[in-house]
């Protein structure tokens, strides 16, 4: 929904500046699905925002649910015909992860990925980003929170595209989710993963301290790096190691590195070497935090290493004082585990 829209509808119909207050409330902290719900309107008012402001700026085609209930895949259609996933996780008990994405497709193009290897069609604007959170909202709101008033729910920008090369509208999406009249999320409660976009990482640094960022590393190698993800030849590792030098100056904040586990890729304990010692050369290696991911089956030629090799792997790493973890792989059965979105295709 857009916002601005909503105060000028408001402003123009004579009304008071609280009954805004009071609508921002009910739709985006609250998460109440139309504005019929927010019983303190006239009936009047209500019809006329009904009929006036649309909630969301796209249509819900398809909603998929995993068979442990863990994950739910949402399929959107934008007014261009254009389609987009967004998720929802719950990664541990009582809380909500909104998996958004920010472009149609990827430019990114990582050999692993299935949304890479959908292509670029276009970046999403800062409304179709933020209106998957107000839907994820009112879908927790309608099915979970009822019964469990304790839930938490958190933001990770890890869908499809790349929240760098759409960084006009990411960030403007950012502000929408942290303004306290609007969505009033805490900071510490998003999350942007990157391929490794040096500009996007530092401004978000100084723009954004305490939103979390996570770091798609997963090659500690140039040359492989740069095979599997063209990313990786126009900002090489080198050159990331100067960002994380600078972006340490600017934040204190933990960075997660993201790895995902390739069978005979980049599992072996060389690799695990290489990795420890590329981490430990950036400095404040105690800020770097390893996320060992599963791979996610895809229609790419890879396979996910075997759990004993991931234990072996993340065994070196924390001899060598580099914390990681094993993260747990949601929504696979769905396609709606990382990598895996592709929009139906
Ligand atoms: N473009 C951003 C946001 C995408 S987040 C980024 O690169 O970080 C999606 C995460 O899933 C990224 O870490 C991505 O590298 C990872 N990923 C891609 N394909 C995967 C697969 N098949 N299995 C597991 N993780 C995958």
């Known amino acids: 929904m857009d916002a601005e829209k909503l105060e000028k509808f408001l402003q123009k119909n004579g009304q008071p500046s609280f009954r805004l207050k009071q609508i921002n409330q009910a739709i985006f902290q609250k998460g109440l699905a139309t504005f019929s719900e927010v019983s303190t309107l006239s009936k009047d008012l209500r019809q006329k925002l009904e009929n006036e402001i649309p909630m969301l700026s796209f249509e819900v085609e398809k909603i998929l649910q995993s068979s442990d209930g863990d994950s739910i895949k949402a399929l959107l259609k934008m007014s261009d015909g254009a389609l987009v996933e967004t998720v929802l996780i719950s990664p541990k008990t009582d809380l909500w992860s909104a998996c958004i994405s920010c472009q149609v497709g990827c430019p990114m193009s990582c050999e692993f990925c299935a ?8 970046n999403l604007t800062f409304e179709e980003i933020t209106d998957q959170v107000l839907f994820w909202r009112q879908y927790v709101r309608e099915n979970f929170s009822a019964k469990n008033p304790q839930l938490k729910f958190n933001i990770v920008y890890m869908g499809m595209g790349e929240p760098f090369a759409n960084w006009e509208n990411v960030q ?7 303004d306290e009249n609007l969505f009033d999320f805490a900071s510490r409660s998003i999350s942007v993963s990157t391929v490794g976009i040096s500009d996007g990482i530092l401004d978000l640094a100084q723009k954004f301290p305490q939103v979390n960022l996570a770091w798609s590393l997963h090659f500690a190698d140039d040359e492989k790096r740069s095979k599997y993800m063209p990313a990786n030849r126009s900002e090489n590792l080198e050159k990331m190691r100067e960002t994380w030098r600078k972006y340490f100056s600017l934040t204190r904040r933990k960075v997660f590195v993201e790895y995902v586990m390739l069978k005979g890729v980049n599992d072996s304990i060389e690799d695990a070497q290489k990795l420890a010692a590329y981490l430990k050369s950036i400095g404040n290696s105690q800020l770097l935090h ?7 089956e895809t229609f790419k030629n890879f396979s996910p290493s075997s759990k004993k090799q991931v234990q072996i792997f993340k065994q070196f790493l924390e001899k060598n004082g580099i914390k990681a973890t094993v993260r747990k792989s949601l929504g696979s059965d769905i396609q709606g585990a990382c990598g895996q979105l592709a929009a139906g295709k």
Do not use: A, M, P, Q
């Open 115 to 122: 949304t890479g290897s959908l292509g670029f069609r276009r």
């Open 172 to 178: 403007k999406s950012l502000k929408i989710l942290l």
């Open 290 to 296: 390893v996320n060992l991911i599963n791979y996610n």
